[in-house]
Structure formats: C-alpha cells, structure tokens
C-alpha cells in the first residue's frame, strides 16, 4: 500500500489507460529506491522503456499491452521471493525467444519454470536466459501445441511431452529447421521417445568406440558422417528405424562400418551406407533411406563415393 499510495497519480493513471497493467507497475515500483517516486506524466512509456533496456523487443511490449500482467501470475508464483520485474523480463525473454506464441496456458507455464528450476520449488530463483537450453523450434513447437490443446480442452498430460520435447531437444547435435513445426507435434513426440528409447539400450550397452577408416567430409549439400561407437550407431539405428545396432560387434572388430548421410545444412539424417569388410576388401551391402525405403539418388551417389574412396586407402 505504501508503494501505491507513493505513486498514487501514476497508478490512477494506468488505471484509466490500461488497468491489466497495474500489477506490473506495482512490480516495476517495488524494485525502484523505497525513496523514489514516478514522476513522469506517462507511466506505461516508463514500463515500456523498462522492458526495452532489459533487452525485449517492440514485439515483446506489444504483447504485454495486449495480454495484461496476466502473462505473469504463474511466474510470479514459481518464484515467489524473486523480484516480480526481474521475474516478468526473464519469462517475457522466454516467449520472446520464441517468437511470442499464444500465452501458454497454467499447467505449460508451471512444467517449464519447474522443469528448468534447480530447486523445482515455488520460492526458488528463475535463471538468466534459462530458455537457451532449449531448442527454439522446439519450445515454440510444444507452445503452440499447448494453445491448440488448451482450445480442444485436451491438455491434461501433455505437460510430460512438453517437458521431454524440451529436454530432448537440449542434446541435439545441429539446431532444427524452423520449417520442422510443419511436420506437427507427433513428430517431435517421436524423436523424443526415440531418445528415451536409445538412452535405455544404451544404459544396457557397454560402450564401445572404433576407428573408421574415412573421416567425415561433405559432398554438395550432404555430410557423410562415420559412425565410430556404439552409442552413435545405436542411436542412428532408433532414428532411422533399422537394424544397425545389430552390427556393433562387427564395427567394433572392423569387419563393418556405418555412414550416416544428412543435409550439411538441417543437419537431418538422409540415409545411411553399410560397408563390409572381407579380408580388408569393402563390399557396399546396405544403402538405405528410412525405415529400409530406397534412398534417394545422392544417397546412392554416396554410397558409390565412399566405395571409390575406400579403394584408395586400401591402396
């Protein structure tokens, strides 16, 4: 009340302007010198500039204009003894991230802060750019899917897709195409408990780890990527849905080797090329798309790269 009755005029202003705006003042009074009050005669361009020098942009205060201090509340009670302003900028930068989506409904907005709080407890701290853990794509994907159930009136568990997505999405080796989000949300999903599903193999795997005898190296607008331990190739096999982790005792001793073919720009995988060894002589046995599909023509192009360039090492 002492703030409030401190800064009276500039909230009567708000008040008249954009009442939704109000807690957000209060925030923004609270983090200000005990001694200091608004004087200004516009007191929303005074939240606006404060957002502005946090690093948001124009679209982010749009956004907040629009949806009122109600894109906080959940935050707020995450983190109840942060500063509520550090707090809104910090999550707001999260949205921002991610190019303002919908605002994500309560159970979302809990799962997230939660998910990416060390304490997981609703007095614990909200970190500094704790979004860029996540893959952008990712998190926009599972925001916008979140809005879409929130609509069908079908969001109860979805909080535990969200999460793995995001935590999936932590460990990739390329960042996604943005276009991806068209594939829809069962494909995250997917890749996700690909993920899960390689992570238990592996837990039941000792590793294993061999030399190759090419390196990697790009042709037009692919990258061919030897496959030199167990973990890669199981994880090629899941995302791939074929049965190369069957061949990890054959790599490990050199009597096979795996190429992962992918697009040198998405970094997503194409195909993949299984090469025999017998007595040291390659033999090409396996060019597949995926799920064992014909591959495409570069993929075949590869395959008869790798060939020749194995007969030069031979030699």
Known sequence: MNHVWRNEPAFRQVARENPHLLPLLLAYVEQIPSSTTIRTKDPILTLKTAFREAGLSEAAWRYVVRHGSRLFKIAWQVAAGQPHFEVATRYLTALDFVDLPPPPPPSIINALLHGYNPHRRNDARIGNQFQAEIDPVALRAGLLEADRRRRLNTLQGFDEEFLGVCWWSEGLDAPLDANQIRAGWPWFVRRWLESEEAQAILDDTTPQHWQTRLGAFRMGRLDVIPLDSSEALIRESLSMRNCLQTFVEECAAGDFEVYSVRDAQSGKRRGCVGIRFDDGIPTIVD??????????????????????????WEA
């Open 287 to 312: 060019v597949k798309g995926f799920a064992n599909t014909p591959p495409r023509g570069e993929v075949q192009q590869i395959a008869y790269e790798l060939f020749v360039r194995l007969q030069v």
